[in-house]
């Protein structure tokens, strides 16, 4: 069994921008912990922004905002 991510999703979700909001504009790594949190506890939206929303919370529970950071750097948005 296979449980590696897909690196393309990956990409995607490390160059994803908020699309509404306070922090419209801003990257979902750049989105603060709590403003993810209240998502949680109120409902994130439906589709694939409140799955990204929902990954990028657990990625930064988990303190792995470098390795989003690590990608942004070494895939460029321009090279996709």
Same mark, same amino acid.
């Given at each position: 069994?296979?449980?590696?991510? &897909?690196? #393309?999703?990956?990409?995607? %979700? ?54 989003? #950071?690590?990608?942004?750097? &070494?895939?460029? #948005?321009?090279? %996709?």
């Amino acid at each position: 069994m296979d449980i590696s991510p &897909d690196k #393309r999703k990956l990409v995607e %979700l490390a160059h994803y921008k908020m699309p509404f909001g306070k922090f419209k504009g801003r990257y979902l790594v750049d989105l603060p912990e709590p403003y993810l949190v209240w998502f949680k506890q109120n409902g994130f939206p439906e589709g694939k922004l409140g799955f990204l929303l929902q990954s990028m919370l657990e990625i930064k529970i988990n303190g792995l905002e470098p390795l989003v #950071r690590r990608i942004q750097k &070494d895939f460029p #948005r321009h090279k %996709l």
